[in-house]
């Protein structure tokens, strides 16, 4: 079990290697938007410093939308999906195994550069560290839910723009629990409550998504 | 076993629905008449006035039902979908499909009211209330739905789709509904306390349950409309479609 | 019956503006949402009717040409 999840996870990551240049424009996307909205309010680190959980965070949940549409497209293109749902193994655990390469190229890359954007934003130090946390532990359950979205919208017509109507408002808990752990810090309150109920949000997204998911890409491949 | 499993086909199939749903819609109108008269009657003629709130209360006999159909309507509609998804009967799905543009109307209407009860009350039109940024989240995933569905041409595949959306909506709705509540409760200083009145006169009760029951029925005769629409349109090769559409053109053709 | 006089009802405490902009738009969309069903499905029937009408003739004028289909 482990072993295909393993399998997948590196076939995945070594296609997602060959085209570098999306990873780094949705990691581009994500700098920019974010660089805009001093642009937009105003320079004042106090404003900043109340803005940046919230901007930070809805920047990654749109850079993460930005590669959703890419997670089972090619494979469904190229026949490879069909392949795998004729595996003997479940679907659900082949989903899983691309949840989670999806989001060691488009999380794991977010929550590294996240802090640096973070500085823009005159976080403090304890903030920072609050703001990477909740995005490594936020980040998959955004990949997980996504997966149900991007599933649902393979093949379909204007895909890109309803996989964003489908899933955003999915992600609103994730994005209340993930900004309000960082705000709870900025403020200097802890921000235990926010995390626990965050880290409980990527299990579910990561453990119990990829089974609607895999009910979808069924229906996809029909 | 058999048998029975045959006639609950029988009774989900379009052809045998068809007719049935064209003889209960007048029922339902007839019905929804009476309810919505009789609860927006006890409403604003008899009901009196809200010492807090004043005349401008009156909205909540609209407001509260509007909101729950809205809600309401999507627990069925996610219930159809289900068992479509599961048993694969042709006229749950389309009954799903039937029932979101009704229940994204309540939703809208649920947020007009609640804005325009909101502007004499708190002085907003707007708050980032848990329970209409809820009502807001709910209005979306009407639109999601209804996008998805539309965007899909192979209606059997929409259906499924549809399902699985509805299905994966339904259990996120609570985890919304909490997670908003708790960001509401946490940013208290910009948000209103909206305790609604607390001791509701049984007057105003029953004015909220009569028009209730009639956005309940006037949601069933929509929908059965909207799903006897569908089914024309999605069966319009098959014989009984024919057959129901050619009695009056044929004779026309004699005449 | 609460009111005194109409126009007190329609001044509804000084919230009319709210309470009929309410009532208004409700009983706008209810009324609006099965007149376009009934429109809606007297332009499919139409719209069918005229394709079976097509496909008979179709079958008619085949049938004239070459008996066999």
Known sequence: ????????????????????????????????????????????????RKLAPGVLWVAALLATLLSLPRLFADDHRDGTLEQLALAPQPLGLIVLGK????????????????????????????????????????????????????????????????LSLLVLPLYIPVLIFGAGAVDAAVIGLGAQAHLSLLGAMMLGGVFFAPWPTAAALRIALE | MGNKLINIYRFASPQAFYPLAGKMIPWFWTLAAIFGIAGLYIGFLVAPTDAQQGEGYRIIFLHVPASWLSMFIYLVMAFWAGLGLGFNFRLSGMMASALAPTGALFAFLSLWTGALWGKPMWGTWWVWDARLTSELILLFLYVGFIALQSSIDDPRRADKAGAILALVGVVNIPIIYFSVKWWNTLHQGSSVSLTKSPSMAVTMLWGMLLCALGCWMYSIAVALMRVRSIMLERERHTDWVRAELAEPGEHAGQE | MYWNSFSEFMAMGNHGVYVWGSVGVMAILMLLEPVLLIQSRKNLIARLKRQFRAERSDANTDRKTSPQR
């Not at chain 1, 994500?30 to 680190?45: D, K, R, Y």
């Open chain 1, 99 to 162: 949840v989670l390469a999806h989001w060691l190229v488009s999380g794991l890359p977010l929550t590294l550069l996240a802090p640096v954007l973070g500085i823009q934003f005159d976080l403090s130090g304890e903030a920072l560290w609050v703001l990477a946390f909740s995005l490594l532990i936020g980040t998959p359950a955004l990949s997980g839910i996504g997966a149900i979205g991007a599933a649902l919208t393979l093949g379909v017509r204007g895909g890109g723009v309803l």
């Open chain 1, 1 to 48: 079990m482990l072993n295909l999840i393993r399998a997948i996870i590196s076939r995945d990551l070594r296609l997602a290697l060959r085209r570098r240049a999306d990873l780094v424009s949705a990691l581009f996307f994500f700098i920019i938007v974010v660089s805009l909205f001093p642009l937009g309010v105003g320079p004042e680190p106090e404003l900043l």
